[in-house]
């Protein structure tokens, strides 16, 4: 509850508006009677406090705080609180005349004074907010000497905004802009001056000891941001951006907070548009269950359904600390939405039956899997188990208990496989086929490539080498590699998902392939630093099961455009349960009696498109490269 101190703190200023604006009103009315009846041989004698005058006074003060006019600060009044001012004065008329008509059926009461009351009486309530806010403002421009310099690459509506947020924090001194539109050349925008292009920054920032760029552009796409962070890097002063729009509306950015350039921003991943209508069509009010929750696909699915309408959020994680940190950032960001964690093994049929007993969910996003290519090349029996076994006792264990939608999390290395992880994924697909029944659960799987910032990705292992000064490692120079962003791959995840058919594949867009090579280079600089100089760049050979360049399409798939443009279904390859069934039960044999030997040749059997490639013939078996046809497809 509110103290009596903190009500008078914060309700004097607000007492002392009030006051002050109907001293306002006082004035105008008084002013414009004053000026009409002052032109006439007898003025008419004007009384302080009549009848009149009170009753314009309360009536304008009712509808202006009706109107909100004392919710908003004179320190940030603008032209929307000019808008709501001239509002009020327009609606107070009409109370005035209301209120004086039944009073004296305006008696004395002077017509063109009614006429010039709204306007003048906005400039009496405005021209003190306004001039409040620049005197605010100059202050802050000289009240701290030792205020960082700042120059703003971008003049338009997102370098405005970056000035006013800097001038309002006070730490930091604007001293211009730069811009490549020749229109704004010799303009000023708030007060500051467009000083040049983008590319005199080096020029302008020793000219006027500028100590801090500020990259004011979200708009530009991968290669124009390139460039100007090379710019910026050319000129050796440090520089921050400011997040994009879609960063801002999905929470992992505050508006106008500046933040250090990620090499996101430099990969060419445009914001995606889902159709959210549809994905909450589907979502809405369901309850779902996500295995693997705590890694970083799935606690990211479970963000995307708690803000996309699910109601319930069942939890599978065999990692406690992972269970408690996704369960709490839920709690904590969608307090409405139900969570129930299940510390278990995906592979275990009890854990299973219990999280499907508990949540009744609607939809079964499968994504605990093992995804550690060269680790699972000698641990072929827990991929095995976790990445086949497991995901045939949920997808079974989800049929048999109805759920609507069973959504399987594969990779693009189960396209043409040529390690373990491609290839127990790829009869993970096999199976979620062979289940397939239209009169029961639908069955839809998934692909796509790395994610940024996932666990075992090469951005956290590149980012922490840097720190330690080095070396970062890269297999080969050749080496390419599709990124997406995990909330990305998590929306059209769901996207597909809402647009899933029966035994449907579908392939997501990863834009174009990254050389890894040129992916460690720029991280070096984005840390201040020269690769091959302060921090070498070693490497290290393709280790087992790696490809040089990943395939994202089978040449017996025929893939067709869907209703999203980043989406491709495919037609799958048949596949039969009486193929399926005897693979399953050789494996789980197998694995029970910890038999890699046999592991090994049950699971080539199963997929006979596995081919293990060595290190010495991984690059001569992967060197095409096949782009994503969604221009080339066409729709159903």
Request: hydrophobic share 45%; with cysteine.
């Amino acid at each position: 509850m509110t103290s009596w101190r903190d009500r008078f703190k914060y309700g004097l200023p607000r007492l002392a508006v009030m006051l002050h604006d109907l001293a306002m009103v006082w004035v105008c009315w008084q002013g414009l009677h004053y000026i009409r009846y002052a032109l006439q041989p007898t003025p008419l004698p004007l009384e302080p406090l009549s009848s009149t005058v009170l009753i314009v006074m309360v009536a304008q003060g009712l509808v202006s705080w009706r109107v909100g006019l004392y919710r908003g600060l004179w320190r940030f009044a603008s032209v929307p609180d000019l808008l709501n001012i001239f509002k009020a004065s327009v609606l107070g008329l009409l109370a005035v005349v209301a209120g004086l008509f039944f009073y004296s059926r305006l008696d004395l009461v002077s017509r063109a004074a009614l006429l010039l009351y709204p306007f003048v009486l906005t400039m009496l309530l405005g021209a003190p907010r306004l001039i409040f806010r620049a005197w605010k403002d100059q202050r802050l421009l000289r009240s701290d000497e030792t205020a960082e310099r700042v120059l703003v690459l971008g003049a338009g509506q997102a370098g405005e905004a970056v000035v006013r947020d800097l001038r309002r924090i006070g730490r930091y001194q604007p001293v211009g802009f730069v811009d490549d539109a020749a229109a704004l050349r010799g303009t000023r925008l708030q007060g500051l001056p467009i000083l040049g292009r983008v590319g005199d920054v080096a020029r302008i920032a020793r000219e006027t000891g500028v100590q801090l760029l500020v990259i004011a552009m979200p708009s530009l796409d991968a290669i124009a941001m390139r460039r100007v962070v090379g710019i910026c890097e050319e000129s050796g002063v440090p520089f921050r951006t400011v997040p994009r729009l879609s960063d801002v509306l999905d929470g992992r950015s505050l508006p106008g907070q500046l933040k250090e350039v990620a090499i996101e921003d430099l990969l060419g991943r445009q914001p995606l548009s889902p159709d959210w209508k549809a994905i909450r069509n589907w979502l809405g009010a369901r309850s779902v269950l996500v295995t693997g929750a705590g890694g970083s696909i799935g606690s990211e699915l479970c963000r995307q359904c708690a803000r996309h309408g699910a109601k319930r959020i069942a939890l599978l994680e065999i990692d406690e600390l992972a269970l408690l940190t996704v369960e709490a950032d839920l709690r904590r960001d969608f307090p409405g939405i139900e969570c129930l964690p299940v510390l278990g093994d995906a592979g275990d049929p009890a854990v299973i039956a219990h999280a499907l007993a508990i949540a009744e969910p609607e939809a079964v996003f499968h994504a605990a899997a093992y995804k550690q290519v060269p680790l699972l090349q000698r641990q072929l029996r827990e991929a095995v188990r976790n990445n086949v076994l497991a995901t045939d006792v949920v997808a079974r264990a989800s049929r048999d208990a109805g759920v609507g939608t069973f959504v399987l999390i594969s990779t693009d290395k189960a396209v043409d496989p040529v390690n373990v992880l491609g290839a127990t994924k790829r009869l993970a697909e096999m199976l979620c086929q062979a289940l397939v029944d239209p009169r029961s659960t639908r069955f839809v799987t998934v692909r796509f490539g790395n994610v940024l910032d996932s666990a075992g990705s090469v951005v956290p292992l590149f980012r922490d080498q840097i720190r330690r000064g080095g070396p970062v490692t890269v297999t080969d120079p050749e080496v390419t590699r599709y990124f997406m962003t995990i909330p990305e791959a998590c929306q059209l995840i769901l996207q597909a998902s809402a647009i899933g058919a029966q035994q449907a594949v579908y392939t997501l867009d990863m834009g174009e392939p990254v050389s890894i090579r040129m992916l460690a280079e720029q991280m070096i600089r984005l840390a201040g630093k020269q690769p091959g100089k302060d921090i070498a760049i070693e490497y290290t050979g393709l280790r087992p099961g790696e490809k040089l360049h990943e395939t994202l399409f089978h040449v017996d798939e025929r893939y067709s455009a869907t209703i999203h443009p980043k989406i491709l279904q495919a037609l799958p390859r048949s596949v039969s349960v009486e193929r399926v069934d005897p693979a399953l039960q050789a494996l789980r044999e197998a694995t029970a009696s910890y038999d890699l030997e046999r592991l090994a040749a049950s699971l080539r059997a199963a997929v006979p498109e596995f081919n293990p490639a060595s290190e010495a013939d991984s690059a001569r078996a992967s060197t095409t490269i096949l782009n994503f046809p969604a221009r080339r497809a066409r729709p159903n």
